[in-house]
Structures are given as C-alpha cells and as structure tokens.
C-alpha cells in the first residue's frame, strides 16, 4: 500500500518472511498523525462518491488506528489534522479505534494485511473499544461513537465510560 499526502511519499509491505515494514520514499511519514494524546496511524484510505450525488465532491475515507483511549476530542483532532494534509475538493471521512480491527466498516479488510499478528477481540472488548466516527460537514466534523450494529448480544456488557 503506498500514501502520498503533500509531498510526502511512503509505503507498506511484507517482505519474503511474511514480516510487515514501512518505508518512506519522501519527505516524512504519510501515515502517521501526530497529537497531544500520540502517535496514531492511518491503515487503510479509501475513496468513493455517494451515486445519488449528482457532485463532483469525492469523499475519502481513512481508517485509523490511534492511542487506547479515543476520546471524540482525539478523533476530531485526528481528522483536522488529516483535512489540513488532505488539500484536495474532498469531504474526509475519519474512522479511529485503538486496534485494527474495524470489524464493521465496509471498505476496510477484514484482515489487515500489514499488521500485527493477533487474535480478534472478544465481543466485549470488541464493543469497549468503540469506533468514532468523524464526517466532514463542509465547514466542520460532526463526530459520533458508533453503535455495535448487530445490536448489544449480551445487555449485561457494561463499559466505562461509553
């Protein structure tokens, strides 16, 4: 997978030994986006239009996986950092979570190919560790956890803080 975000150039791949590594090419390291709260890192870009939308507006989706705990204060701040790289006529779409496994976004793999080796969370962990999403309005984000979409399997799941 390769990245180019003003100027700066880089690319992920797994060598011969089925280990994954990172690369830049120019510049500094287009998947990283830095915060008070650290470093976290964009995994997978998509881009699309909505068919109903007769505009020439393009929206691009990053996937990011960020420091344990996400707050919608961090993934706000993550996607103005990412409009400000971004200098194109296009609405962002910013997805954070604290681990790669964004189970139940279309457009991300289910298996993230450059990732580390681990285990899927369990359905508990998987539903505290919430997805915040972060839309891109035009002239600011509207930001929101968002639901387990199958719905709470086990209503006794409690979760600090969500």
């Known amino acids: 997978m390769a990245l180019k975000i003003n100027g700066n150039l880089g690319f992920r791949f797994r060598d011969e030994t089925g280990a994954s590594g990172e690369n830049v090419l120019c510049g ?10 650290g470093r976290a890192k964009i995994l997978h ?12 507006v393009v929206y691009i989706s990053f996937f990011v996986e960020a ?3 996400v707050s919608m204060a961090d993934a706000k701040t993550y996607a103005r950092g990412l409009k ?3 200098q194109l006529k296009a609405r962002i779409l910013t997805i954070v979570r604290s681990d790669s496994w964004f189970i139940e976004n279309e457009g991300f793999p289910v298996f993230y190919p450059f990732g580390r080796a681990s285990t899927p969370p369990t359905l508990t962990s ?3 560790s919430p997805t915040i999403v972060c839309a891109d ?4 984000f509207d930001c929101h956890a968002q639901e387990y979409r199958f719905g709470r399997c086990n209503s006794a799941i409690k979760c600090d803080g969500y």
């Open 84 to 86: 400000s790289k971004v």
């Open 28 to 37: 500094e390291n287009p998947f990283v986006i830095d915060s008070d709260k």
């Open 45 to 56: 870009v998509n881009f699309s239009r909505i068919p109903r939308d007769h505009s020439s």
């Open 67 to 69: 420091p344990s705990p």
């Open 137 to 140: 309005t035009g002239n600011q």
């Open 126 to 128: 998987y539903i505290c």
